[in-house]
Nanobody, 121 residues
Framework: QVQLVESGGGLVQDGGSLRLSCAASGRKFDIYAMGWFRQAPGKDREKVASVSSSGAITKYDDSVKGRFTISRDNAKDTLYLQINSLRAEDTAVYYC??????????????WGPGTQVTVSS
């Protein structure tokens, strides 16, 4: 059974930092590209960062480029998101998910519970 458990969120001041973690299971972690998504109140869920299966290639949405860093530890089946220079508009619930591997294309259901990031000004 696929399970995704996000953690590390919290309430931080504008300009602060957080490190999010995602413990993944149920799929062979090291063959999948992985992604971080976020959903702000009243908005659709959006992908903010992705990383290739090896960790060598990363991609970011323009809104987070230069502030967010995605990484992974394939030995621990864990995905990370380092978030620096937080802004009020980064307030959202953050989720991780499996992306592509071979002909299999995510993101997949079920999603995890997410972790809430709230930025106060």
């Amino acid at each position: 059974q696929v399970q995704l458990v996000e953690s590390g969120g919290g309430l931080v001041q504008d300009g602060g930092s957080l490190r999010l973690s995602c413990a993944a299971s149920g799929r062979k972690f090291d063959i999948y590209a992985m992604g971080w998504f976020r959903q702000a109140p009243g908005k659709d869920r959006e992908k903010v960062a992705s990383v290739s299966s090896s960790g060598a290639i990363t991609k970011y949405d323009d809104s987070v480029k230069g502030r967010f860093t995605i990484s992974r530890d394939n030995a621990k089946d864990t995905l990370y998101l380092q978030i620096n220079s937080l802004r009020a508009e980064d307030t959202a619930v953050y989720y991780c998910n499996f992306l592509s591997a071979g002909t299999s294309s995510g993101p997949f259901d079920p999603w995890g519970p997410g972790t809430q990031v709230t930025v106060s000004s």
